[in-house]
């Protein structure tokens, strides 16, 4: 069992940055591939970031490429996505997921895999 827990979000103005965390549980952190989604109201769950075990690659979705960076402490348990140059449509509820499956899909972490609680991300105009 792995627990998740989320921390770093809030409200921001449009164009700042904000630095989310999520610290792990699990004694054996380095075995799960780990990253970031994040649900709007009325809309699908929607990848942001994923990172590998050893930290050596990292997957971003299209909207956030380029403004968002993914990157992980294995010596800490913590992984982390900061944030830059937000947008409005980026508010969303942002949750931190686990998974040893390193295709790291929607569908293999619901069957398999390890949600946190969730953090509210709110960019204003």
């Known amino acids: 069992q792995v627990q998740l827990v989320e921390s770093g979000g809030g409200l921001v103005q449009a164009g700042g940055s904000l630095r989310l965390s999520c610290a792990a549980s699990?004694?054996?952190?380095?075995?799960?591939?780990m990253g970031w989604f994040r649900q709007a109201p009325g809309k699908e769950r929607e990848f942001v970031a994923r990172i590998t075990w050893s930290g050596g690659s990292t997957y971003y979705g299209d909207s956030v490429k380029g403004r968002f960076t993914i990157s992980r402490d294995n010596a800490k348990n913590t992984v982390y996505l900061q944030m830059n140059s937000l947008k409005t449509e980026d508010t969303a509820v942002y949750y931190c997921?686990?998974?040893?499956?390193?295709?790291?899909?929607?569908?293999?972490?619901?069957?398999?895999?390890?949600w946190g609680q969730g953090t509210q991300v709110t960019v204003s105009s």
């Open positions: 699990a004694r054996t952190f380095r075995r799960y591939a």
């Open positions: 997921a686990a998974d040893e499956n390193p295709n790291f899909s929607l569908a293999s972490i619901r069957t398999g895999g390890y």
